[in-house]
């Protein structure tokens, strides 16, 4: 029996944990799911069965050892604040892409993004060994594409026109953190994390 290693692998602080993806997050992903998550999304998974297969197909790229999915949770509630994921992993190449990313409205300008954007890109090159890690993003999506570049990734270039998406010809910005970067960001990162307070109210934006 092969033993997937991905799907035992759990990150956390001292406020959020992000745990390994199952079929049964799909109703408690639901619950706290909105439209406006999906506008820049390939896939909408607007309602509860597009949501278990929104989850399924994660697990399944999961079982192909390509994408770790993971739901994101409130350590001091247990409550589930929303999914993100390291996907397009390449071992050969040393490189890989954080993705899939999306928080219930209640979590969103919180400390929630920043903190899971830290543990994933502290698995990703002092676990995993990449050499780098992007992020894509839709050029429309300015909110996301501000909080990409707060958390100290570097804008590479646009991809003009990468496909239709439902009717519009969408550009796509390239985002990276190379190895020789991540100590400087990860310094930043670290202090930004100290000025939080640790009984912040979800509500308050950052």
Same mark, same amino acid.
């Given at each position: 029996m092969v033993v997937n290693l991905y799907e035992s692998i759990t990150l956390e602080n001292e406020r959020i944990r992000l745990i390994p993806m199952q079929p049964g997050h799909a109703r408690e992903l639901h619950e706290i799911n909105h439209e406006s998550i999906?506008?820049? *999304?390939? +896939?909408q998974a607007t309602n509860e069965d597009l949501m278990q297969e929104w989850v399924k197909s994660a697990i399944e790229l999961r079982n192909q050892l390509t994408d770790i999915p993971f739901v994101v949770v409130l350590k001091t509630t247990d409550e589930v604040l929303g999914s993100t994921r390291i996907q397009h992993i390449d071992y050969e190449r040393q490189s890989c892409e954080i993705g899939a990313s999306w928080f219930g409205t209640r979590a969103q300008r919180t400390f929630v993004n920043s903190d899971s954007k830290f543990?994933?890109?502290?698995y990703c090159f002092e676990v995993l060994n990449m050499m780098r890690v992007q992020i894509r993003a839709d050029e429309?999506?300015?909110?996301?594409?501000?909080?990409?570049?707060?958390?100290? +990734?570097?804008?590479?270039?646009?991809i003009r026109k990468e496909r239709n998406?439902?009717?519009?010809?969408?550009?796509?910005?390239?985002?990276?953190?190379? /190895? /020789?970067?991540?100590?400087?960001?990860?310094?930043?990162?670290?202090?930004?994390?100290?000025?939080? *307070? *640790?009984d912040l109210p979800m509500e308050t934006v950052s």
């Open positions: 999906w506008s820049y *999304m390939l +896939f543990l994933l890109l502290e429309r999506n300015i909110r996301s594409n501000r909080a990409i570049e707060r958390i100290g +990734f570097t804008k590479e270039g646009i998406l439902r009717g519009v010809a969408r550009n796509i910005i390239i985002y990276s953190i190379i /190895d /020789d970067e991540w100590p400087e960001v990860k310094k930043n990162l670290l202090i930004k994390q100290q000025s939080y *307070m *640790m």
